[in-house]
């Protein structure tokens, strides 16, 4: 695996591998891996010869009072991961790499009406600083396939009109949620939580799992059922955020006549937000 810092660096090396007629992957991480971002890779190596993976923990998407300062920074172990992976390339620049004058200076992208709901009532900014580094990533990597995971489910969703939107010529790919035996969702954000709150957190998809459940059944009050599952993850300890009943797609209030639905939910256990969904 080589491992290179700078835009030209990478241009340079997507470019051979496109002139040897090559379909080349891409995987936008943050770092501080976990197994869900290895299976990312994996999926990636199984879609084109090439892989690329960046690693960039992107100033834009934090707000003022969020964790960009603490956030994990790993690089080293996660080099190493990756090389086990089988990566080709790794892909590591630094802020002012990826933006070289102040933020506010920077051509910022926003993907309307899907940013300002659920995860984007509370995090304002933080879509449209994924939206701007991702679509930097595409046009930097120009990459056949890109991959994310299913766990932010209205990330992948606003990246699908992104690609759509400014008409990238990308496959964007949803890789399943990859969780542990208890069935939390794997996230890099897990590392904040206590013993005693790692005990609670399995409590998240287990409400997920409950309201699905009762929508197969045939519950017809999709406010009510929100509502109860919000209830049941404050008395089991955390303070949650939302709980939704969305259309897949493109995360409007569902009608009766839609039966491609998602459950999202955000809640916050001590330090950690954690986010997850069901599809039903």
């Not at 999926?43 to 923990?57: N, Y």
């Not at 992208?109 to 304002?124: D, F, K, N, Q, Y």
């Not at 035996?181 to 206590?194: H, K, M």
């Not at 013993?195 to 009762?214: D, G, N, W």
């Amino acid at each position: 695996m080589r491992t290179v810092h700078s835009i030209a660096e990478l241009r340079t090396q997507v470019a051979a591998w496109r002139r040897a007629g090559e379909r080349v992957a891409l995987v936008p991480t943050m770092g501080n891996l976990h197994r869900g971002h290895l299976h990312l890779v994996e999926r990636a190596r199984e879609r084109a010869p090439r892989t690329v993976a960046s690693i960039f923990v992107n100033p834009a998407q934090f707000g003022p009072n969020e964790d960009y300062a603490g956030y994990p920074r790993t690089l080293d172990d996660d080099a190493r991961q990756l090389a086990a992976a089988g990566l080709d390339l790794l892909f590591a620049p630094s802020v002012a790499e990826m933006y070289p004058r102040p933020l506010e200076q920077m051509t910022q992208v926003t993907v309307p009406e899907l940013s300002g709901i659920l995860c984007g009532a509370s995090r304002p900014i933080h879509f449209r600083g994924v939206a701007t580094v991702v679509g930097k990533l595409f046009n930097m990597a120009q990459p056949d396939v890109a991959l994310f995971g299913e766990k932010d489910w209205q990330q992948l969703v606003i990246i699908r009109r992104l690609a759509a939107d400014l008409d990238f010529p990308i496959e964007i790919v949803g890789v399943p949620t990859v969780r542990e035996a208890d069935g939390l969702a794997l996230s890099s954000r897990n590392g904040y939580l206590t013993t005693e709150e790692r005990a609670i957190a399995p409590a998240l998809y287990a409400t997920l799992v409950a309201s699905a459940e009762r929508l197969r059944a045939g519950e017809p009050d999709y406010a009510r059922l929100a509502t109860e599952a919000k209830a049941r993850l404050a008395a089991a300890g955390f303070r949650p955020d939302y709980v939704e009943i969305r259309r897949a797609h493109d995360l409007q209030i569902p009608t009766a006549a839609d039966t491609d639905l998602r459950i999202l939910a955000a809640a916050w256990l001590g330090r950690a937000r954690l986010i997850d969904n069901l599809a039903v």
